[in-house]
């Protein structure tokens, strides 16, 4: 065992050295509280921001995954002036976080494998002005503290999701979400309480 443990050293020092160099190029920082299993992939448009809280943990591995993960990690400001702002003690697997105005994530937040966060349409909606950029809607998103957002959930633009908050894997999420609800479907509808005594 103890020999196991020597041999681990390299790959720890390895990692560690790969973590600080990937972080200070993308986003020109880099915490020793994070964690990445696999890196991830992060975009940073010219006079965006990417901020991320302490404890931070990033799992592009699917073997780091109770169901695995189909893709890395994906942050990505995608315009000038938008801003991606990660509170303390969030975990991330496999999920995207793309943004082109605003994304506010809390402390202590869970967003589950393959979960898609997106402030924009990504193309006009109107068929005549699919390909002009100036067409694209956007609106802010804003995740309060303690959300979990389960495996495969959609959030879309301009949504708040309030504090403490459960969002149901596979769920799309258009409208504002109350604290400490449950909401599931598609589009998403209040089902639960997660102070409800059965969950406790």
């Known amino acids: 065992m103890y020999l196991v443990k020597i041999i681990r050293i390299p790959f720890y020092i390895f990692r560690l050295v790969r973590d600080i160099i990937f972080c200070i190029i993308k986003i020109g920082k880099w915490d020793k509280s994070w964690r990445f299993h696999d890196l991830p992939l992060i975009q940073k448009f010219d006079k965006s921001e ?12 699917p073997k780091n995954n109770s169901i695995g993960v189909f893709q890395k990690v994906i942050i990505k400001t995608c315009k000038p002036n938008a801003i991606i702002q990660i509170g303390n003690h969030v975990g991330v697997s496999g999920a995207t976080i793309s943004s082109d105005s605003a994304i506010t994530i809390g402390n202590h937040v869970l967003i589950g494998s393959g979960v898609l966060i997106t402030d924009s349409d990504a193309h006009g909606i109107n068929p005549k002005f699919r390909n002009d950029k100036s067409k694209i809607m956007s609106l802010p998103i804003v995740i309060e503290d303690n959300v979990f957002i389960g495996a495969r959930a959609i959030i879309l633009k301009g949504v708040t999701i309030g504090t403490g908050a459960l969002i149901g894997a596979g769920s799309v999420v258009s ?9 599931a479907g598609n589009p998403a509808k209040k089902i639960g309480d997660v102070r409800d005594e059965k969950y406790q």
Do not use: L
């Open 50 to 61: 990417i901020i991320i809280g302490k404890n931070f943990i990033a799992c592009s591995n």
């Open 175 to 183: 409208k504002d979400v109350e604290a400490f609800a449950i909401v």
